[in-house]
């Protein structure tokens, strides 16, 4: 019985329109990761041999840049009501948020280069970018933008 309260408590974190949010600013951030991925690949680092180093280099990077503005825009509208309070609590948030940030773009970033053996990077990073994307989600609606206010 405990199991299947856990699978529907996740069940409902995910169904809400709180994912909605999650699932647009994700959105953006896709295209973002995936602009940078292609204007390092294609033209900023193209000169980078072998093309193995060139899309680790790139994918960083557009990691990176995509996490920073969806870090923003999920404090600003998808979690505003779970806001910190003052500067620590916006840097404690900002550290939670990139630590699981972290776990979610690892998970990315191997899967990006494993599928990428077999497909297109650009598909590879989609396919990657969509996983990540529960795992960021459901980290974060637990632990990083919990209500502060509950904890001691």
Known sequence: MNILYHR?????R???PRFIKFGAVGGLGTLINLSVLYINQEFLLRDIDPKNRRLFLSLFIAI??????????????????????????????????????????????IFTIVFAIAINYIFA??????????????????????????EK
């Open 125 to 150: 990073n989609i396919l990657a970018i969509g996983l990540a994307a529960l795992l960021s989600y459901l980290l974060n609606d637990i632990w990083t933008f919990y209500p502060f206010s509950l």
């Open 64 to 109: 990176l840049i995509s996490t920073f503005n969806n870090y923003l825009w999920n404090r600003m509208w998808t979690w505003k009501d779970r806001k910190a309070l003052g500067i620590s609590g916006f840097f404690r948030q900002m550290i939670r948020y990139y630590i699981a940030c972290g776990v979610a773009i690892c998970f990315q970033y």
């Open 14 to 16: 995910i169904i809400n």
């Open 8 to 12: 529907l408590n996740i069940l409902n």
